[in-house]
């Protein structure tokens, strides 16, 4: 994982493209200055050569080259570079100077060419000219050639005038740079500095206030994440509260009858007390069962669920036997309408045959005793999953109250712990379906349906 911060890095990106710039417009500076020093020169060297074929002339109807030593040293005096000279007769052949230069192609007379090239390893810029002088019928070729001393001193000359300064403007971009990174960055910095002050016990939102776009979003994701952190903080604490309230009644319980039964002064008196202490162990291990399932459908455990295809046919069959002998103990007709096809959802199996439990057991505890519970499943676009029974039924006043956390009707009988709808609800929520809870059949007892959605059906 790299360490580098990000303005270290956002500079080390346009410094190394502006230095790749200085180095383009380094090479094009060169050729530039290249150009302006060979226009310089190239000029003297073809006025040069204008003058040296002014020395052609006709003698006695021959092509003569008449300059005189003076002049010719004149012509050939230079401190840097050496210069040479070729004149070359068309009849005659070669005439004087440096055989070593190179004979130009024909050309149309006057016309000036110029070129590269080399004399005795060195290397020259090369001018021809071709004449024809009055009174002879024969044409001149005069080949000026020059080193290259000079004009590369004034190509780098001229260089290092233009580069110098880029290289000081180099140097202020990239200062302008760093301060305006720095500026630019200092609305993360600020971000930072108020994310490091959350904790666990100071979870408010991260102010959005003068951040530009890109930075809102992240801050708006942060806040996101610290409300989702808040809601899992909040959940637990309640957790730990409403489990540590309701298990103190049954854990005294516990105590009241273990006591009870150690005081025993007959074996009689002993059994009764032990038969309280078993009641009460499996009310608080109901609680502990309940609480924990209620742990594992809070919404920030969601992505722990197992989502897959789920027959709710199948499931009201396998969960319905679980519950037989127990129907047949309390003198209950547990009946079973479910389709011969199978209607398939999409849920987490698990979960939803604790729901179904909870759904049955609800009803065995505030049903009538001898009584009826039905257990249904309605093959539909939206699948449905009812527990029906024909007991006291549910006031209207009181059914949007049912699924709250440890509520129990006012003159309710069971022996509940209050969790068992709220388990269905959260359940049902994970799975996106709705519960309802209505009058059962002729206006008798209670209907709990779970409604799932035609986007859940399979």
Not at 411 to 427: F, H, W
């Amino acid at each position: 994982m790299s360490s580098t911060s990000l303005r270290v890095s956002l500079l080390l990106r346009l410094g190394g493209a502006l230095v790749l710039l200085l180095a383009l417009d380094a090479v094009a500076s060169y050729f530039t200055a290249l150009h302006f020093a060979n226009l310089v020169y190239d000029r003297w060297l073809i006025d040069s050569t204008h003058s040296l074929a002014q020395a052609v002339r006709t003698s006695a109807g021959q092509v003569v080259f008449d300059l005189p030593a003076v002049g010719l040293e004149v012509f050939q005096f230079d401190e840097v570079d050496k210069t040479y000279y070729r004149i070359q007769s068309a009849s005659r052949g070669f005439i004087a100077g440096e055989a070593a230069l190179p004979v130009e192609a024909p050309s149309p007379l006057g016309a000036i060419r110029l070129a590269n090239g080399t004399v005795h390893d060195q290397a020259v810029r090369l001018v021809w000219i071709r004449i024809a002088p009055a009174g002879a019928q024969d044409v001149v070729t005069v080949t000026v050639a020059e080193t290259l001393i000079k004009r590369a001193t004034l190509t780098r000359e001229i260089l290092l005038v233009m580069v110098a300064p880029q290289i000081a403007l180099l140097g202020i971009a990239l200062l302008l740079a760093w301060l305006g990174v720095s500026r630019g960055l200092k609305p993360l910095t600020d971000l930072a500095r108020e994310i490091e002050a959350r904790d666990h016990h100071y979870l408010a939102p991260v102010s959005e206030a003068g951040l530009p776009r890109e930075a809102r979003v992240l801050a708006t994701r942060i806040n996101e994440l610290i409300a989702r952190l808040g809601s899992a903080i909040g959940a637990q604490k309640r957790f730990v509260a409403d489990a540590a309230h309701q298990l103190r009644t049954p854990l005294a319980a516990v105590m009241l009858h273990a006591e009870r039964a150690e005081r025993a002064a007959d074996p009689q008196s002993e059994r009764l007390a032990l038969r309280a202490l078993h009641g009460s162990v499996e009310r608080a291990a109901r609680l502990i069962q309940q609480l924990l399932t209620l742990a594992r459908t809070e919404p920030e455990a969601a992505v722990a669920v197992q989502f897959g295809r789920v027959d709710l046919t199948l499931l009201a069959r396998r969960v319905g036997e679980e519950w037989i002998a127990r129907a047949l103990e309390e003198d209950l007709d547990f009946g079973l309408v479910v389709p011969q096809e199978p209607v398939w959802v999409r849920g987490d199996e698990r979960l939803l045959s604790e729901l179904l439990s909870n759904l049955i057991d609800n009803a065995f505890r505030y049903g009538r005793s001898p009584g009826r519970v039905t257990l249904l499943v309605e093959a539909a676009a939206a699948p449905r999953l009812a527990v029906e029974d024909d007991g006291p039924g549910i006031p209207v006043a009181e059914r949007h109250k049912i699924f709250e956390r440890f509520y129990r009707l006012p003159d309710a009988d069971g022996d509940g712990c209050g969790l068992g709808l709220s388990i269905v609800r959260e359940i049902a929520s994970l799975h996106a379906a709705q519960v309802e809870v209505t009058s059962g059949e002729n206006g008798q007892g209670a209907r709990f349906c779970v409604t799932f959605s035609a986007a859940g059906a399979l």
